[in-house]
Every structure is written in C-alpha cells, then in structure tokens.
C-alpha cells in the first residue's frame, strides 16, 4: 500500500512537471518559465522567457552599432590603402561616420 502511494506521488510530481513545469507549460497553465511555442506561454506565461529574449535583444543592439561603425571604417580604410579615394575623401567620410555613431 506505502509502495503504491509513493509510486502515485512520483507519477504525479514527475506529470505535473516539477522540474520547470514542462508539462503545465503544455496544457496551458503559465508559468513564469514556460517557454515560446507552449500553451502555457501563449496564456500569458514565460516572462522569464520573454525577459531574457528582451535582454539579448538588447545587448545585440547595443554591440551592433559599433560593430557597423568599425566595419564601415575599415571598409574606408581599405578604400583609401587601394588609392580607390583620396585622403581628403576619407578624411570626411570618416568624420561622417564617426558623426553617425556619436
């Protein structure tokens, strides 16, 4: 009898998803930590997902104007070292770009 009680209460935690809530998630119930695609996430749950997606999104943002800015220098630098521009020419260029990142 113990050991079919404790089978029971083993089925149902390992069911209900104890472990992060994989199976709430999947029929509906939010939870915090639901992940994008579940049910549970389309109810409102997974702000904790929806936070961290939001960081990420973020900090790329953040990274990508100056990743654009060195990449556009470089791209400029290489322009002036093949005489494809003249000094001049970089020089306001560069100082445009530098303008646009400021």
Do not use: F
């Not at 009680?5 to 104890?18: E, K, V």
């Not at 996430?41 to 100056?66: C, F, H, I, M, V």
């Not at 654009?68 to 001049?88: G, N």
């Amino acid at each position: 009898m113990v050991k079919e009680q404790l089978i029971t209460l083993i089925a149902i935690a390992t069911l209900t998803g104890c472990a992060h809530h994989p199976a709430d998630c999947a029929i509906g119930i939010p939870w915090s930590d639901c992940l994008e695609g579940t049910a549970g996430y389309n109810n409102g749950g997974g702000s904790e997902t929806r936070l961290n997606a939001l960081k990420l999104e973020d900090a790329s943002k953040q990274a990508a104007p100056k990743d654009d800015m060195y990449s556009e220098l470089k791209k400029l630098k290489d322009l002036l070292d093949t005489k494809a521009i003249t000094q001049d020419e970089y020089d306001t260029q560069k100082k445009k770009i530098l303008d646009k990142y400021k």
